[in-house]
């Protein structure tokens, strides 16, 4: 047998990937799938707060009721970051009051100080998510102050939580590259994301925020995570920039990960990082999921009609490809 000593690594390029200096643990590749995953649905506030038009109110409440409907557990409803920096979520208290409550279904809020957890709480709120950087210069440009100012800030939101018994999630972004710095040291993403933790989050979620990570460098991320958090704590936050999300998921469950957060008909973007796609498409997950006997409690016709109806409403392509096909073979 030819064995292949070497072969050249590409290094031009912002977001190339440095040659991988330590090899992953033959272990993590072999471990069984889990029999189910959750699905964490960011569409109506990480996919909607990048649309450019304001979209009406009524739209994302049944948005939210229609995936509740087709079995989607959690859906981050919508954001109580001030409406002077995001317009779109606006609206946040009147989408939480006009949904349809599903019993089995939970609608967590992006929640960025104490004042927008305390009006998120009076909308009906019963999670929240906090969110913080991997890169300094993300941090800086995104939030205005440095990431251990921004952890700091969140410290009041954990303590008032923690006394109503509600249930924190944190946010990591640019766990991978940055769209200012480049790539990001895993080491510093697992820092942050450890932090988190110890404050108090139930959960974190490693946001690829620009979509630059591949499943190399993604298992790279979940073991240096994991070194010191439970997996179960750690879910998946890709975007598709690339067109790595769906192999970073699969490389991400090979590492035991069964937490992702996905968008329908893959809405969003980054506003601070030109040409950057949305989440992964719900539709798509839900299909690889179905594909490998992964349990999701998700009706992946519903979802893929929920992403054409969606796309229609907002006039946008919809970027699912598997909820694209579902809706070609569908008769009319
Ligand atoms: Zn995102």
């Known amino acids: 047998m030819t064995k292949i000593s070497a072969f050249s690594r590409p290094t031009a390029g912002a977001y190339l ?3 991988i200096d330590q090899p992953l643990s033959r272990h993590t590749l072999t471990m069984p799938l ?3 995953v959750k699905i964490v649905e960011v569409g109506p506030r990480d996919g909607l707060q990048n649309e450019k038009q304001i979209v009406p109110t009524t739209l994302k409440i049944e948005l939210i009721n229609r995936l509740a409907e087709a079995g989607v557990r959690v859906i981050e409803a919508t954001s109580f970051v001030s409406p002077k920096w995001v317009p779109q979520m606006g609206d946040n208290s009147a989408v939480m009051q006009g949904i ?3 019993a089995a279904t939970v609608y967590p809020v992006l929640t960025p100080n104490l004042h927008g957890f305390d009006l998120a709480i009076q909308a009906g709120a019963t999670e929240v998510a906090i969110f913080a950087a991997a890169s300094e210069s993300f941090s800086r440009k ?3 102050c440095s990431i251990a100012e921004s952890l700091k800030r969140f410290e009041p939101i ?9 249930k924190v999630r944190g946010y990591v972004s640019c766990v991978v590259g940055c ?3 480049g790539a990001v040291d895993a080491k510093k993403a697992a820092e942050v994301a450890k932090t988190l933790i110890a404050m108090g989050c139930y959960e974190v979620s490693l946001g690829d925020t620009i979509g630059v990570g591949n499943p190399a460098s993604i298992q790279r991320l979940i073991e240096a995570c994991s070194r010191d958090i439970p997996i179960a704590k750690l879910a998946g936050h890709y975007h598709d920039t690339y067109g790595m999300a769906i192999a970073n998921i699969y490389a991400s469950l090979q590492m035991g990960m069964h937490i ?4 329908i008909a893959g809405l969003g973007g980054c506003p601070y990082a030109q040409g950057a796609s949305g989440n992964v498409a719900t539709e798509d997950v839900i299909y690889l999921m179905r594909g490998l006997g992964i349990e999701t409690g998700i009706d992946l016709a519903k979802l893929a009609a929920i992403g054409d109806w969606i796309s229609t409403a907002l006039t946008r392509p919809n970027g699912a490809k598997a909820g694209r096909a579902l809706c070609a073979k569908a008769p009319a």
């Open 34 to 36: 889990p029999s189910q």
């Open 158 to 166: 954990l303590s008032v939580a923690s006394s109503l018994e509600i």
């Open 142 to 144: 995104n939030i205005n």
């Open 260 to 263: 992702f957060d996905s968008s």
């Open 179 to 181: 769209p200012y710095e």
């Open 100 to 102: 349809e409550r599903h």
């Open 17 to 19: 990937e440095p040659a």
